[in-house]
């Protein structure tokens, strides 16, 4: 089944209509509100399009870097064990056991270009 539009064309269609029809006729004091929706709508657009694509590959990284087995994982349990991953990293990190990693400083920068890519793509023009 192929229904259309889907959850990301609905946000964007709702996101349009916000901006082109019913801000232009808000009173001034609401409109950093509104931006504020629309951006964060822009945003669950993205991340819904995007899917688990990123976060797979995040894991596989971290996988790769303390050298253990992959784990295919999706949704919910996904996001629990990459959560994990990223505090282990972050106390290991701050304790100095990733001096000399190859490859951290290249899943560092994958992991935050990915994230950007979602909340706010204009910085990866630049």
């Known amino acids: 089944m192929n229904d259309r539009p889907d959850a990301t064309e609905l ?4 996101r349009r ?3 082109d029809e019913l801000l232009p006729r808000l009173p001034d004091e609401l409109r950093y ?3 504020m ?7 669950a657009s993205r991340e819904h ?3 688990d694509a990123a976060a ?3 894991l596989a990284r971290l996988h790769e870097l303390y050298g253990e087995a992959q784990q295919t994982l999706a949704g919910s349990a996904l996001y629990t064990v990459l959560s994990s991953y990223n505090r282990r990293l972050g106390a290991d990190i701050r304790a100095g056991r990733c001096d000399g990693w190859a490859g951290l400083r290249d899943h560092l920068a994958q992991t935050t ?3 950007l890519a979602v909340a706010d793509p204009k910085v990866l023009a630049r």
């Open 11 to 14: 946000l964007e269609i709702a």
């Open 17 to 19: 209509t916000l901006l």
């Open 33 to 35: 509100s509104t931006l």
């Open 37 to 43: 929706i629309a951006n964060a709508m822009a945003i």
């Open 49 to 51: 399009a995007a899917g």
């Open 56 to 58: 797979s590959a995040e």
């Open 113 to 115: 270009a990915d994230k």
